[in-house]
């Protein structure tokens, strides 16, 4: 079948191209020219322009091609058409269109859509395989139609033909009446040699005896060759006489047939047509249709025959043509490649191949049946348009491949792809060619889902993911790079797909031949690419890169690597810093080693040395209890070994065996790794050991000292306070007048004595808080306290010394409620010192001002804050130098020694109030200027959580004539005390108030007048002769002595309350003894016991 000659070739070839790009655009804007006009396909020419004699057709690229992209990577702006065209193209020169097999079989051999049409080189069009069917199968149809037109055109001519050559005839016949016979003749010859038919006479003898021109040009026997001498079966094919005898015998039941019944079929002279075949005279065969008729004359007797022969040759090819056709559109709908049915525009289905069939789930029974309507199977979202491709079709005859659905039998969608094409313009007939794209569209689902989990992964990657492509002329470009490329390059994507050199100039210097040498042998020899580099950054950041990628060649020379870029900047920083540390551990003083399974796989050189090596193979491969002895070795495995399986970590103390047989101390850590290897720090430890028994000698020797210090300040304290306890208790008596009245002279010369001896308490006092609190001897004792109490008890205690020295005192403070956790005692004692010496060292008519606060202040060495209780004690008096200011802390130390004769002190106030301060978790700070003043500053930290202390229970004590007037009898007191001087002053006193006395000048005495005449309450001193008066409560108690026993003592130490508590007293006091003090402490524990004793009688 030629499509020059068909009527339908312009639309069969598309002589207007759609779409026309030159290599070098890009595959997304190709994709954007496909859209805009609809195309399928674009071809690719060197200067993309048809119409320039020069371009030359180099590639083509289709929508199966942009499939397969999308499904290896993402669209790019720098991918290129050039890299995924296909090529080279096959094309079909205009000339070879005369035979549409070539055609055919170009697209069946390469498996292509597309096949351009060259004239020459020129480009003048493109044949489509949906084109070429649709047009094969209208063609056909059209053939058909044709061919049969052609016969009956055909035969009709020859009808009128034969009735105007048998009028002729019969006008000569009447003719031949009124002329003579030769004009007859001429006549006939006229006639028959006017015709193109053979026509030629014979007699009965079958001798030829007339022969037209039309048989000359046909047979290629001239007149005189024949005529006369030869019969009409030389231009007959004896072998076709012989078939045809041979099957009419057969028909007829006969051994044989005549030829006249052969050419004849009758002998009634009927007329009879076949066709037959004629051989030429230069021996060529062509094919005829042969009339053969009876010539009689007019009595009706045969006298021979006329034959009138057709040359059929162009009828017999178009028909073989025909045939071909049929049976090419029989094989392509036998052979099943797509599925074909014919339909009418109202969807019944009168015919389908099998593809159409099981494509469906149908079967050819359904079919007969009528049971297939392809409107019954079409989704409703597809009904609008089949009814608008109807109304197509009806106008223009065919439409291009759509895509839709049809139901399945079962129920499922299967996707399609359907052309169409009506059969004829008579008919509401349409054949359908239809291709399942089912697994194309899951396909198409795949890629689209794919290349969304590959863009998610590749935007999460923490590793550069890459393209690299290198054309055959050496150019290097990126392809793909995903996200992370810009943070770790600081380059833009956008700049790499431009130009790729400005990525390579990032290399350091010292690794671009490296790098490239790397990668020409990968290129060279088809090698994995993997190879480690440096980066400087537009910032100035050295980074280390790794890549990994593996190369492919494509059909067209490129070399294409798809890999990884991972920044190992980190690793390698951790592998130079592991080498520093190796070098650290090689150099270190300690020793260090590795052990796996037991033995030594890795020792440094301090190891080696601390147990006398020197090779480390000595050591390596060997096991650790080599360097042990047995006795060690079992200790380890019994007190070592468990803790470091249980903990995996050991610390401790062993003792080690030099090469040499010595023996040392090792100080060791042990450490399990998670891969079970133990490592091992040690370091020879004699020397500290020797130093750490010198210093617990040191230590025996300081605790004994610290002991006999502290009983020294005990026997101190004791001696001291015991006659003070004589020169106050009697001043005290006879300052009350107590011993008899005294003159006024007399009164002044006791204020003196006792201010004396309470300088002398004071200085004690001193001494002893300050070694106890050096000592940690001393607990705060935290109250709820009132700060503004506190402050104006501490002016009221120091008020008369200065209104002495006419000084003013002032107390600023805007929180009266101010309240917070504190030892009012001892905080107490930091006022009256710190006022103290703002008189001492202020001149009559200054100012004194004591100001508390509430501020929000850095704590010390932090830089967090809190609040605090600020207390503040400015002076305008001498100041404080800068030199001074350093050292004013510092216990027995005095500013100036000249002071020591102007002013009275110890230097132990400054010191005790920094230490008291800083028990509270506060801090002290001065500022002083000469001769302008000073400014003391204590800073408390402030708690608010006070609600849960419980309130300091009042201090609830009777009045001596309280308890005296009371319905108690007069108290009978035993005094335990064996200094002459204490129970004089203390006897003398008591009997003052009214108490009744009983001596006992030891402990043992104690004891026995407790036996013999039981007192009211004993008053126990502790230093005792004999017996000392804590064991000599212990047994008091033990014999039954339920009534109150106060200790006194002249002890100063930490524990002295406790243990006279603990032995069995109500009460302790201190000495000196106030004795006012003492007389109280006396009448309310007699007191107490009293009221005991009379709600139990009640």
């Known amino acids: 079948?030629?499509?020059?000659?068909?009527?339908?070739?312009?639309?069969?070839?598309?002589?207007?191209?759609?779409?026309?790009?030159?290599?070098?655009?890009?595959?997304?804007?190709?994709?954007?020219?496909?859209?805009?006009?609809?195309?399928?396909?674009?071809?690719?020419?060197?200067?993309?322009?048809?119409?320039?004699?020069?371009?030359?057709?180099?590639?083509?690229?289709?929508?199966?091609?942009?499939?397969?992209?999308?499904?290896?990577?993402?669209?790019?702006?720098?991918?290129?058409?050039?890299?995924?065209?296909?090529?080279?193209?096959?094309?079909?020169?205009?000339?070879?269109?005369?035979?549409?097999?070539?055609?055919?079989?170009?697209?069946?051999?390469?498996?292509?859509?597309?096949?351009?049409?060259?004239?020459?080189?020129?480009?003048?069009?493109?044949?489509?395989?949906?084109?070429?069917?649709?047009?094969?199968?209208?063609?056909?149809?059209?053939?058909?139609?044709?061919?049969?037109?052609?016969?009956?055109?055909?035969?009709?001519?020859?009808?009128?033909?034969?009735?105007?050559?048998?009028?002729?005839?019969?006008?000569?016949?009447?003719?031949?009446?009124?002329?003579?016979?030769?004009?007859?003749?001429?006549?006939?010859?006229?006639?028959?040699?006017?015709?193109?038919?053979?026509?030629?006479?014979?007699?009965?003898?079958?001798?030829?005896?007339?022969?037209?021109?039309?048989?000359?040009?046909?047979?290629?026997?001239?007149?005189?060759?024949?005529?006369?001498?030869?019969?009409?079966?030389?231009?007959?094919?004896p072998l076709e006489i012989a078939d045809r005898i041979a099957k009419l015998s057969a028909e007829r039941g006969v051994d044989t047939v005549s030829l006249f019944e052969v050419f004849m079929r009758s002998d009634k002279g009927i007329t009879f047509t076949q066709e037959w075949t004629y051989i030429r005279k230069d021996g060529s065969k062509f094919p005829v249709e042969l009339t053969i008729s009876t010539l009689r004359d007019d009595s009706e007797q045969d006298i021979g025959f006329l034959g009138i022969a057709k040359d059929i040759t162009e009828r017999k090819r178009i028909e073989l043509a025909l045939l071909e056709s049929n049976n090419r559109f029989r094989t392509v709908f036998d052979s099943n490649i797509v599925g074909i049915m014919f339909t009418d525009f109202n969807g019944h289905v009168t015919e389908a191949n099998d593809y159409f069939l099981e494509m469906l789930g149908y079967s050819r029974e359904d079919l007969e049946a009528n049971r297939i309507n392809w409107l019954n199977i079409t989704p409703s979202e597809y009904i609008q348009q089949d009814l608008d491709v109807v109304e197509y079709i009806q106008t223009n005859g065919a439409i291009k491949p759509v895509e839709k659905s049809y139901y399945h039998k079962d129920g499922h969608l299967v996707h399609i792809l359907i052309s169409a094409a009506k059969l004829s313009e008579q008919a509401d007939l349409c054949v359908c060619v239809i291709i399942d794209i089912s697994n194309l569209k899951k396909a198409e689902l795949k890629i689209i889902e794919q290349d969304s989990q590959f863009q998610e992964l590749s935007t999460a990657s923490p590793s550069i993911i890459y393209t690299l492509v290198q054309d055959v002329n050496g150019l290097v470009r990126f392809k793909y790079l995903n996200p992370i490329f810009e943070e770790i390059t600081e380059i833009s994507i956008v700049e790499a797909y431009r130009d790729a050199r400005i990525v390579f100039n990032q290399i350091h210097p010292d690794d671009k031949q490296g790098y490239q040498n790397a990668l020409a042998n990968s290129c060279q020899n088809m090698l994995p690419f993997c190879y480690e580099w440096r980066i400087v950054t537009y910032s100035g950041k050295t980074k280390w890169l790794k890549a990994s990628s593996r190369p492919t060649r494509r059909e067209n020379g490129a070399i294409v690597w798809h890999g990884v870029i991972q920044d190992i900047s980190i690793v390698k920083n951790t592998e130079a810093s592991l080498k520093q540390k190796l070098a650290a551990v090689e150099s270190a003083i300690d020793g260090i080693a590795i052990l796996q399974e037991n033995k030594y796989i890795y020792l440094n050189r301090s190891h080696l040395a601390m147990?006398?090596?020197?090779?480390?193979?000595?050591?390596?491969?060997?096991?650790?209890?080599?360097?042990y002895s047995p006795e060690v070795i079992a200790e380890i495995e019994k007190e070592v070994l468990p803790i470091l399986e249980r903990d995996h970590s050991w610390k401790g103390e062993l003792i080690a065996l030099h090469k040499n047989g010595s023996t040392f101390y090792q100080g060791i850590s042990l450490t399990f790794t998670d891969d079970d290897l133990l490592i091992c720090v040690c370091r020879d430890i004699s020397d500290s050991k020797q130093a750490e028994e010198k210093l617990q000698q040191t230590n025996q020797e300081l605790q004994k000292a610290t002991?006999?210090?502290?009983?020294?300040?005990?026997?101190?304290?004791?001696?001291?306070?015991?006659?003070?306890?004589?020169?106050?208790?009697?001043?005290?008596?006879?300052?009350?007048?107590?011993?008899?009245?005294?003159?006024?002279?007399?009164?002044?010369?006791?204020?003196?004595?006792?201010?004396?001896?309470?300088?002398?308490?004071?200085?004690?006092?001193?001494?002893?808080?300050?070694?106890?609190?050096?000592?940690?001897?001393?607990?705060?004792?935290?109250?709820?306290?009132?700060?503004?109490?506190?402050?104006?008890?501490?002016?009221?205690?120091?008020?008369?010394?200065?209104?002495?020295?006419?000084?003013?005192?002032?107390?600023?403070?805007?929180?009266?409620?101010?309240?917070?956790l504190l030892d009012e005692r001892r905080i107490r004692q930091v006022l009256i010192n710190l006022l103290s010496n703002a008189i001492k060292f202020t001149p009559s008519g200054g100012k004194i001002t004591l100001q508390y606060s509430l501020e929000r202040k850095p704590i010390p060495n932090d830089h967090s804050y809190q609040d605090w209780v600020c207390l503040t004690v400015t002076d305008t008096g001498i100041g404080i130098t800068s030199d001074d200011l350093k050292k004013i802390f510092q216990p027995f130390i005095q500013v100036d020694s000249s002071l020591n004769r102007q002013y009275n002190g110890t230097g132990l106030g400054l010191a005790l109030v920094k230490k008291i301060v800083e028990l509270h978790g506060g801090y002290v700070s001065v500022t002083s200027e000469v001769n302008v003043g000073s400014q003391f500053a204590i800073a408390l930290p402030y708690s608010d959580n006070i609600s849960q202390q419980p309130p300091k229970p009042a201090n609830i004590s009777p009045h001596p004539s309280e308890v005296i007037g009371s319905d108690c009898d007069l108290p009978l007191v035993l005094l335990a005390e064996d200094n002459e001087a204490n129970i004089s002053t203390i006897t003398c006193y008591l009997e003052a108030k009214g108490f009744r006395l009983k001596i006992a000048r030891s402990g043992q005495q104690a004891i026995n007048l407790v036996q013999i005449q039981p007192p009211d309450l004993i008053l126990m001193d502790i230093q005792m002769p004999e017996l000392d008066g804590l064991e000599a409560i212990k047994r008091i108690r033990n014999i039954g002595f339920t009534k109150p026993i106060i200790a006194i003592t002249a002890l100063a130490m930490k524990d002295d309350r406790q243990k006279c508590l603990d032995a069995g007293a109500d009460e302790y006091i201190s000495k000196p003894i106030k004795l006012k003090l003492l007389s109280t402490i006396i009448q309310r524990t007699y007191f107490k016991n009293c009221s005991y004793r009379e709600s139990g009688e009640t």
């Not at 147990?611 to 360097?627: R, T, V």
């Not at 607990?779 to 700060?787: I, M, R």
């Open 1 to 237: 079948m030629s499509l020059n000659n068909s009527p339908d070739k312009n639309s069969a070839i598309q002589y207007s191209i759609p779409l026309m790009l030159t290599s070098r655009a890009s595959v997304i804007e190709a994709i954007a020219k496909m859209r805009e006009t609809g195309s399928d396909y674009v071809l690719i020419t060197t200067d993309g322009n048809i119409n320039n004699e020069e371009s030359q057709l180099i590639g083509i690229l289709t929508q199966t091609d942009i499939l397969r992209i999308l499904s290896q990577r993402s669209l790019t702006e720098d991918l290129l058409i050039q890299d995924e065209m296909s090529y080279p193209v096959i094309t079909i020169q205009e000339t070879e269109l005369h035979d549409v097999t070539i055609a055919t079989n170009l697209f069946q051999e390469y498996k292509i859509s597309y096949l351009p049409v060259l004239n020459g080189n020129q480009i003048v069009g493109v044949l489509t395989q949906d084109d070429l069917i649709n047009l094969l199968l209208q063609n056909t149809l059209e053939l058909e139609e044709n061919n049969q037109n052609l016969l009956q055109q055909n035969l009709q001519s020859l009808e009128i033909q034969k009735l105007q050559e048998l009028n002729q005839s019969l006008e000569l016949k009447i003719k031949e009446r009124t002329q003579e016979l030769w004009e007859i003749n001429k006549l006939q010859r006229a006639i028959l040699d006017s015709s193109d038919y053979a026509i030629i006479t014979c007699d009965l003898n079958s001798t030829i005896l007339s022969f037209n021109s039309g048989a000359e040009a046909m047979l290629g026997y001239s007149m005189s060759e024949v005529v006369g001498y030869c019969v009409p079966l030389i231009f007959h094919d």
């Open 707 to 820: 002991k006999l210090k502290d009983e020294f300040l005990a026997n101190m304290s004791h001696e001291l306070r015991t006659p003070l306890n004589a020169i106050l208790g009697i001043t005290e008596g006879l300052s009350e007048e107590v011993f008899g009245s005294l003159q006024e002279k007399q009164k002044n010369m006791l204020k003196i004595v006792e201010q004396s001896g309470n300088h002398l308490l004071e200085l004690i006092n001193d001494i002893l808080d300050l070694a106890k609190i050096e000592a940690g001897e001393i607990t705060l004792d935290l109250e709820v306290s009132n700060v503004k109490n506190i402050c104006q008890s501490s002016l009221t205690f120091i008020r008369q010394m200065a209104m002495q020295k006419n000084l003013q005192l002032d107390l600023k403070g805007n929180i009266p409620e101010l309240e917070t």
């Open 611 to 627: 147990f006398g090596y020197e090779d480390p193979e000595e050591l390596l491969g060997s096991s650790w209890d080599k360097l």
